[in-house]
């Protein structure tokens, strides 16, 4: 019940309530009071008019007169609340008696003769006072009293008088008295109930309008303000909740707006390019579905064009990621700033990039394509103390009415950039269905499906050739590179440039790596557990691929770790091209493989631009000079002096130099005559299966 009780109810019951009682009691207190005093009253003026009349009818007693008497009790009736009077004789007989009364019998009730008796009844009074005469005895024959002396007195009964006194104006006064203290009560109640209600709605007031306010603060809204009413305690808890509705709503205010540019920025996330601000893959693909549909559907002409950088990956593994961040934020607003009104430029990863050209014919988008290619071709990144020119290689493809589907213009957009790539880069391609070089790029893509089988079917396997020295010395140790084969579904043998490039390019070439050098270490423990007097090197060729991979490099650690004695046994050949493009990771990773007593090779030496200024930064052990070069040294100058400047660079440096594909005894010769270290072709070995080696089987 109290709980259902507003707060205006408990002020005005906490005012009126301790006054209710407190009057109530209050008036309990002044009735009985009252009451008393009128009945106290009564009583008080019937026994004086008692005791007054006692005396006075003592002389019509004893004289036996009743007039006077009668006299006497008619004045006396006179009296207000007096129903009657009556004189009765010593005996109780009856003498005189004025007005209605109903009187006892004195005799009979012994009625005492010293003092008035009084017989009460519901609604009225009887009083008795005794009539006495007292007589003062005198004997003459004694002698007079001495002054001071009482004389004797004789006191005779000669009867009473009777007064009967009526209680009903009493009653009635104090019922009168009741109502009036009742009336008296309501009215003060009612009164402090109006005062109480008053006083209790100026605290309730403001008490409710902050409930309300609090209440609609708390649903939400917090534009509600509370009216301030002054500046009591009242005044400051209004204040305090205006504040804080208002520091409330300026947080939301501030966090909607937060809210506002965060679900901005999502969205814009959503179909942007982070880094260069450009829209993504996902958006481009849903503006091609819609450009798409138009030249279906309307038969509008667009084109498409798929472009990557060029040495974009030497940039960013030489100097770092940052600096590929900061020029394809370059190259970007490069780019955007040639773009017309309804073109589209996307980021689709990496460096990759694409074109949109709405409403465009195909000689026109070959003039803006060829106009990209050329300020891409011009523009020159600068990069702390270093400069860099790029390339960007384009493929270009029509949409057309007869096209199929986005993601078939996107296929056909990326081979077109790859032929690009293929013939010398920084070019543009068109494509055609029927393009051989597409065809080619198809027929990679095929081999990409029999590289998985092969792997999947265990048709790999491992040959070797010797590298031997030029003076026919045999060393203590036996040289041997170990060369990857495929074995076809008929079982003829496949030689890796069939399908490396393939495996190179739709990177591959990690797990042929792994497979390869999980084939070596358990050559490796053959050997070991042979016995065999002549130390081996095995020679594995790695690819940038793999160098670059975290994975790869965990492994191949990982495996020396468990078996470190395989460590001398192992030399790994890298290209010149895989170490200058990671450059970084190559020195790291030659440093923990040196850690395991493992040597290194650079591969095809001076097929690079940079070679000599790469060198010096690699820690390898062997030279191996490219095999373009070697091939022709006796009947090309130029490529004999090419071998003999590397090899001597080579010496200078401390490497032993390693002279590839040596097919002919002049070749030989030529090589020996140099001083050239160490060779290795066909004519000084071909390769032979892996179970021949050093005469280990499976």
């Not at 309008?209 to 009591?232: C, F, K, M, W, Y």
């Not at 106009?371 to 860099?388: A, H």
Request: glycine content about 8%.
């Amino acid at each position: 019940m109290a709980r259902s009780l507003g707060i205006r109810a408990r002020v005005v019951g906490l005012a009126v309530v301790p006054v209710a009682i407190i009057g109530v009691l209050l008036l309990f207190q002044l009735i009985s009071g009252k009451l008393n005093d009128l009945d106290q009253s009564l009583r008080a003026r019937a026994i004086a008019i008692a005791r007054q009349l006692a005396p006075a009818a003592e002389y019509g007693v004893a004289s036996g007169n009743i007039d006077v008497l009668q006299t006497l009790l008619e004045k006396t009736a006179v009296e207000p609340d007096i129903r009657g009077v009556a004189v009765f004789s010593d005996t109780g007989q009856w003498l005189v008696q004025v007005g209605l009364a109903n009187w006892t019998d004195s005799s009979q009730d012994k009625l005492p003769t010293d003092r008035i008796h009084a017989v009460e009844f519901e609604d009225r009074l009887i009083y008795y006072a005794p009539i006495s005469r007292t007589e003062v005895v005198v004997d003459d024959y004694q002698n007079l009293y001495s002054p001071g002396d009482i004389p004797p007195t004789e006191t005779r009964l000669l009867g009473w008088v009777g007064l009967d006194v009526s209680r009903s104006a009493t009653i009635q006064s104090q019922r009168i008295a009741i109502l009036r203290s009742l009336g008296i009560l309501l009215v003060g109640l009612g009164i402090s109930f109006y005062f109480a209600w008053r006083i209790g709605r100026q605290i309730t007031r403001p008490i409710l309008a902050l409930t309300h306010a609090v209440s609609r603060i708390g649903e939400g809204h917090l534009d509600e303000r509370v009216a301030q009413t002054g500046e009591s305690e009242f005044g400051v808890l209004q204040r305090g909740v205006n504040h804080m509705a208002a520091h409330l709503q300026t947080m939301q205010d501030q966090m909607q707006e937060k809210i506002d540019l965060a679900t901005a920025r999502l969205v814009y996330q959503a179909s942007h390019d982070a880094l260069t601000g450009l829209i993504n893959r996902r958006e481009f693909e849903q503006r091609l579905e819609r450009t798409l549909q138009s030249a279906v559907q309307q038969g509008r002409d667009h084109a498409l064009c798929y472009m990557d950088l060029d040495q974009f990956k030497v940039i960013n593994d030489t100097c770092g990621h940052a600096a590929g961040d900061e020029l394809l934020r370059q190259l970007a607003l490069l780019l955007k700033s040639h773009l017309r009104e309804r073109d589209t430029l996307a980021r689709l990863g990496g460096d990759e990039f694409a074109l949109l050209l709405e409403n465009c014919s195909l000689d026109d988008a070959l003039e803006v394509a060829d106009l990209f290619r050329t300020e891409v071709q011009r523009f020159r990144f600068k990069w702390e103390d270093r400069i860099f020119a790029i390339g960007m290689s384009v493929g270009l493809v029509a949409i057309h009415q007869d096209s199929s589907t986005s993601a078939s213009l996107l296929s056909a957009a990326d081979a077109a950039c790859y032929v690009a790539k293929d013939r010398g880069r920084n070019q543009i391609h068109v494509y055609e269905s029927r393009d051989g070089d597409l065809v080619r790029h198809r027929g990679e893509m095929q081999w990409v499906n029999r590289i998985q089988r092969a792997l999947e079917e265990q048709r790999l396997s491992l040959a070797w050739q010797e590298i031997r020295r030029t003076d026919g010395v045999v060393e203590e140790t036996h040289h041997v590179e170990l060369l990857l084969r495929m074995v076809d579904d008929d079982g003829s043998e496949i030689l890796p440039m069939a399908f490396i490039p393939a495996a190179e390019r739709y990177f591959i070439m990690p797990a042929l790596d792994t497979w390869v050098i999980e084939e070596t270490l358990r050559l490796c423990q053959r050997y070991l557990a042979s016995g065999l007097v002549r130390r081996c090197l095995f020679a594995v060729n790695l690819s940038g691929a793999s160098l670059k991979d975290p994975a790869f490099r965990n492994m191949l650690l990982l495996r020396l770790r468990e078996n470190p004695v395989f460590g001398p046994h192992l030399c790994f050949e890298i290209t010149e091209t895989a170490a200058i493009g990671n450059l970084s990771v190559v020195n790291e990773f030659i440093g923990a493989m040196r850690g395991f007593g493992c040597s290194f090779a650079l591969d095809d030496f001076g097929s690079g631009l940079s070679s000599f200024m790469y060198l010096k930064n690699l820690k390898v052990d062997f030279l191996k000079i490219d095999g373009a070069f070697v091939r022709d040294i006796a009947n090309n100058p130029i490529d004999r002096s090419m071998v003999e400047a590397i090899h001597r660079i080579g010496h200078q440096m401390g490497l032993m130099t390693v002279a590839e594909y040596v097919e002919s005894d002049q070749t030989l010769a030529l090589l020996r005559q140099m001083g050239v270290d160490l060779v290795q072709g066909n004519i000084i070995h071909r390769p032979e299966p892996l179970d021949t080696l050093c005469g280990l089987k499976h």
